[in-house]
């Protein structure tokens, strides 16, 4: 598997440095932009530090973060995937979620020693925790196979606050994803045959037939979390 993985990647690889040549002016406006968004960030929070007097050089984040290219991209199929140019050699492994700066892409499911695939978030296996950014009640972001562009937000109470245009963000209940990543807007919903609970469409923030760069995210604390909680189970 390691081998096919490594033949089909360096395919994909040769093939994506022949299209990115031809789009560096457009691939260079967006990496312009979200440096500039980054930077509002910091300074953002360096106001907020500096007011509580802190020394920011020793705020630790429990999340190291990788960044990576997009060789190969499917979106047309039940179970899409994608490929990206880094792998084991680059410290990276199996389960780190996937994002760009504008939201997520999905979580990584297979991995070699230069090359790592990515199972999507348009992928009918796929199952994030998402929420609603302002009422904060929780949900599965799932996929229905119908828009590359639009995911679906099941098992939100039937009593929960939802308006058109709401913003979806990651839900933290899990050791893959931090809390408030983007994920996109509330384009329309409705009740569900038993009346118990809200079918969201979600129009996605990520343009997923056309990406590029991303981000991956290695939650340090993961595999400890992981084991206490199997302690739990096993006693139980």
Known sequence: M?????????????????????????????????????????????????????????????????????INNSYSKTKNKLTINKGTNDSLKIDLGVVTSKGIVGIVDNISEKYATIQSILNTNSQINAKLKKSKHFGSLIWNTVDPNIVQLIDIPRLAPVKIGDTIVTGGKSTIFPEGILIGTVKNFKMTEDKNSKYLNILLFNDMTNLEHVYLINNIDANEIINLEKEIKDVE
């Open 2 to 70: 390691n081998s096919s993985n490594y033949v089909t990647g360096s395919i994909y690889d040769l093939n994506s440095s022949v299209t990115s040549y031809f789009s560096l002016k457009k691939q260079n406006a967006i990496l312009i932009e979200e440096n500039n968004r980054i930077r509002k960030k910091l300074e953002s929070y360096k106001n907020k530090f500096s007011y509580y007097d802190l020394d920011i050089a020793s705020i630790n984040s429990k999340y190291n973060y990788y960044h990576a290219k997009v």
